[in-house]
């Protein structure tokens, strides 16, 4: 390209993001300004995991256009505040740091160690279960009048799997399954999610059941006073055991 041209390529380039940038100065409501915002992400910012991630963090207030109109200052106050208040967003997830994520904050991510914790049933899975005022004969028929995008409980299912699909493309290395025995607050036991017995089954490339999965897992705590966390977590580490004296004494 010649330096006439390449300079005429600059003024058109220059030209459009002025264009751009004089669209955002107008009022409009946050889920509009959103739309603008991330329209202008993808056509200006060279796609790269960060601007993936920042754009479906800004996904879901772009769906609704209702609300009071704001300017653009107030716009800006709003994100700065939410953004500063995203772990995911404080520094760069190649930055050499130990992140608190949801499992959809990982899409894209690429993570040295990354540690699933509750992979018990009904928490990781979640037990699908009916909105109590949305149930799924209402939304069979809001659906049918307006997609509103809302999950049935029966899209749960499907929900837990991509949940779990995101974590484990973003275990770049090792990547730790966590699921505790027992509840810690109730003192109940708690069985492995069919997630964990999945992953579990597509290790040994047979089915796994719960018991086999037991005798395969590394478990992690003692009975040890020293090391337990509190006494509330030694007595249900010795209930768990054979050792009447242990647990008498505990309780004593």
Same mark, same amino acid.
């Given at each position: 390209?010649?330096?006439?041209?390449?300079?005429?390529?600059?003024?058109?380039?220059? #030209?459009?993001?002025?264009?751009?940038?004089?669209?955002?100065?107008?009022? +409009?409501s946050v889920?509009a300004? #959103?739309?603008?915002? %991330?329209s202008?992400l993808? &056509?200006?910012? #060279?796609?790269?995991?960060? $601007? $993936?991630?920042?754009?479906?963090?800004l996904?879901?207030?772009?769906r609704?256009? &209702?609300?009071?109109?704001?300017d653009?200052?107030e716009?800006?106050?709003t994100?700065?505040? #939410?953004?500063?208040?995203?772990?995911?967003?404080?520094?760069?997830l190649k930055? *050499?740091?130990?992140r608190?994520?949801s499992?959809?904050?990982?899409?894209?991510?690429?993570?040295?160690?990354?540690?699933v914790?509750?992979?018990t049933e009904?928490?990781?899975?979640a037990r699908?279960?009916?909105?109590?005022?949305?149930?799924?004969?209402?939304l069979d028929?809001?659906h049918?009048?307006?997609?509103a995008?809302?999950?049935?409980s029966?899209?749960?299912?499907l929900?837990?799997?991509r949940?779990?699909?995101?974590?484990?493309g973003?275990?770049a290395?090792?990547?730790?399954?966590s699921?505790?025995?027992?509840d810690?607050l109730?003192?109940?036991?708690?069985?492995?999610?069919s997630?964990l017995?999945?992953?579990a089954? !597509?290790?040994?490339?047979?089915?796994?059941g719960?018991?086999?999965?037991?005798?395969?897992?590394?478990k992690?705590?003692?009975?040890? *006073?020293? +090391?337990?966390?509190?006494?509330l977590?030694?007595l249900l580490?010795r209930l !768990?055991?054979d050792d %009447?004296t242990?647990c008498?004494?505990?309780l004593?």
């Amino acid at each position: 390209m010649s330096r006439l041209g390449a300079i005429d390529a600059l003024l058109a380039s220059m #030209t459009a993001l002025s264009t751009e940038l004089v669209d955002f100065a107008a009022e +409009r409501s946050v889920g509009a300004h #959103t739309r603008v915002l %991330r329209s202008f992400l993808v &056509r200006w910012w #060279t796609p790269s995991p960060d $601007q $993936q991630l920042l754009s479906r963090l800004l996904e879901g207030w772009g769906r609704s256009l &209702r609300g009071p109109a704001i300017d653009l200052a107030e716009m800006a106050a709003t994100l700065r505040e #939410t953004l500063e208040g995203t772990q995911t967003l404080s520094g760069s997830l190649k930055d *050499a740091s130990i992140r608190v994520l949801s499992p959809m904050q990982l899409l894209g991510a690429e993570l040295e160690v990354v540690l699933v914790t509750g992979m018990t049933e009904g928490r990781f899975p979640a037990r699908p279960r009916e909105d109590a005022l949305l149930s799924d004969p209402i939304l069979d028929v809001l659906h049918a009048a307006m997609p509103a995008g809302i999950f049935r409980s029966s899209d749960r299912v499907l929900l837990e799997k991509r949940r779990l699909a995101a974590v484990r493309g973003a275990a770049a290395g090792s990547l730790w399954l966590s699921a505790a025995a027992v509840d810690m607050l109730e003192g109940r036991p708690l069985v492995p999610g069919s997630l964990l017995l999945d992953v579990a089954s !597509q290790e040994d490339g047979k089915r796994v059941g719960p018991s086999e999965l037991a005798a395969k897992m590394v478990k992690v705590g003692s009975v040890d *006073a020293r +090391r337990s966390l509190g006494s509330l977590e030694l007595l249900l580490a010795r209930l !768990q055991s054979d050792d %009447r004296t242990a647990c008498q004494s505990a309780l004593d």
